[in-house]
C-alpha cells in the first residue's frame, strides 16, 4: 500500500475518468496534494479519496461545480445539511416533472396505436363522446402563418409538458352557422384540448358538451381539403334526418410533429348531432 497516486492510480479507484480529475484539477475543484519539485509530476494522496468520492455523489444528485465548490467552502454539518435539504427539494421538482412527461408520452403512445388500428377512414362514423373542456384564445385563422403563431401562444399559456406532441387534442373550431350555411372555407378558431387537471382562465375557456357526434377522417392541411368531408357529412345528415347542435371540431390526429410525409397527415371533423 501507498500513500501517493498518480492520476490513473486515482481515476481508477474512484470510477471517474483521468480528463475528469484533469478538469477538475483545472478549476480548482480537486486538486493532487503533491508536485514532484524535480520532475513536476502531480500526485494525488490516498487520504483525499473521500473528498473524490463526496463529490462524484454530488454529481449524482445534480450538483454543478459551483455548488459543490459552494459545498466544501468553510463545511459545517448545519451548513452541509442546508444545501442537500435545497438539493432535495429540487430533485423532488424534477421527479414530479420526470413523472408527468412519462405519463403524457405513454398516453401518446397508446393513442398513436390506436390510430395505427383504426381502419375507417373518409367513412362517416357516428360517435358518442364525453363532454371536453377546450383551451382557445378565440383568435380566428385565416393562413397557415396565423396558424402557427397562434399555436406558439396557445403552448406558452399551457402548464403541462409536451402538449402538442404527438396528440389529438390540437385543432380548430368550425361555427355552426358556417356548417349550415356550406360556408366551409372561413376563418376559424384554433384550440388545444385541455386535461382535467388544467386550470383555464374563463376567458379562455370553451366547454364542448357530451353527446353524439358525426365523424370522418381525411388527410391534406388544416385548413384545405375539408369542404369535400364537410359536404359528405351535411349530405349524410340531411338523408338521415339529423340535426346540428353546435360548433364542430377539426382535430388533429396525426400532424408534422410526427411525420414528414404529408400522405400521413390526419385529421377527423366532429360534428355535434342529434335527430331533427
Do not use: W
Not at 451548513?79 to 403524457?104: M, P, Y
Not at 345528415?237 to 353546435?246: H, N, P, Q, S, V
Amino acid at each position: 500500500m501507498k500513500e501517493r497516486l498518480t492520476i490513473s492510480e486515482m481515476a481508477k479507484l474512484r470510477g471517474v475518468t483521468t480528463e475528469t480529475l484533469r478538469h477538475y484539477d483545472r478549476i480548482d475543484l480537486f486538486k493532487p496534494k503533491y508536485v514532484d519539485s524535480q520532475t513536476g509530476y502531480r500526485y494525488y494522496s490516498i487520504f483525499q479519496y473521500e473528498i473524490l468520492g463526496t463529490i462524484k455523489e454530488l454529481r449524482q444528485i445534480g450538483m454543478s461545480t459551483e455548488e459543490i465548490k459552494q459545498y466544501f467552502n468553510q463545511r459545517n454539518f448545519k451548513k452541509s445539511r442546508d444545501i442537500l435539504k435545497a438539493k432535495h427539494v429540487e430533485l423532488v421538482s424534477k421527479l414530479k416533472e420526470l413523472s408527468e412527461l412519462e405519463e403524457n408520452i405513454q398516453e401518446k403512445i397508446a393513442y398513436l396505436d390506436s390510430v395505427l388500428s383504426e381502419e375507417s377512414f373518409q367513412e362517416i362514423t357516428l360517435r358518442e363522446i364525453k363532454s371536453r373542456k377546450l383551451f382557445t384564445l378565440n383568435e380566428q385563422i385565416n393562413t397557415n402563418l396565423e396558424l402557427c403563431y397562434s399555436i406558439i401562444r396557445l403552448e406558452t399559456l399551457l402548464t403541462e409538458k409536451a402538449p402538442i406532441l404527438a396528440s389529438n387534442r390540437l385543432g380548430i373550431i368550425i361555427k355552426e352557422a358556417d356548417i349550415n350555411d356550406r360556408r366551409f372555407k372561413d376563418p376559424s378558431v384554433i384550440f388545444v384540448v385541455a386535461k382535467n387537471n388544467e386550470q383555464i382562465p374563463e376567458k379562455y375557456l370553451k366547454i364542448i358538451p357530451e353527446g353524439l357526434f358525426a365523424c370522418i377522417r381525411y388527410n391534406g392541411e388544416l385548413l384545405r381539403n375539408r369542404s369535400k368531408s364537410l359536404n359528405k357529412i351535411c349530405t349524410y345528415l340531411d338523408e338521415k334526418g339529423y340535426r346540428i347542435t353546435g360548433d364542430a371540431l377539426q382535430i388533429m390526429l396525426v400532424d408534422i410533429t410526427v411525420t414528414d410525409n404529408p400522405n400521413e397527415v390526419m385529421f377527423e371533423i366532429q360534428v355535434p348531432i342529434q335527430k331533427a
